[in-house]
Nanobody, 130 residues
Framework: QVRLAESGGGSVPAGGSLRLSCVAS???????MGWFRQAEGKEREGVAA???????SYADSVKGRFTISQNNAKNTLYLQMNSLKPEDSAMYYCAADFSFRISSRRCSGGDWSTSDFGYWGQGTQVTVSS
């Protein structure tokens, strides 16, 4: 059973930065890895995903502000979040495709959805105050 553990959430003022981390219990090489978020009363939405070659895709709402990256040697996924806005407040989840449902092209092209990822972490809360 693959386990994902997020950390790094917190409360920051608007304009601030946070770096989220997600440690996987198994090797993440060759997997499509992603970050999702869910605000209270809203559906879970995709934020970013990264393919094994490092190419990434982002939601329009975070392009230019968030950067997804990974360290395969540490089985760790990151999300650097800059210029945070109150509307970025949400529970952030790490997700992994360990079933190879998402090709590298789909992963880096943004052609993925919540249902494509089979493994999820417990989430880390991000709160941005105005």
């Amino acid at each position: 059973q693959v386990r994902l553990a997020e950390s790094g959430g917190g409360s920051v003022p608007a304009g601030g930065s946070l770096r989220l981390s997600c440690v996987a219990s198994e090797n993440i090489l060759s997997r499509c890895m992603g970050w999702f978020r869910q605000a209270e009363g809203k559906e879970r939405e995709g934020v970013a995903a990264i393919a094994s070659d490092g190419s990434a895709s982002y939601a329009d709402s975070v392009k230019g502000r968030f950067t997804i990256s990974q360290n395969n040697a540490k089985n760790t996924l990151y999300l650097q979040m800059n210029s945070l806005k109150p509307e970025d407040s949400a529970m952030y989840y790490c997700a992994a495709d360990f079933s190879f449902r998402i090709s590298s092209r789909r992963c880096s092209g943004g052609d993925w959805s919540t249902s494509d990822f089979g493994y999820w972490g417990q989430g880390t809360q991000v709160t941005v105050s105005s």
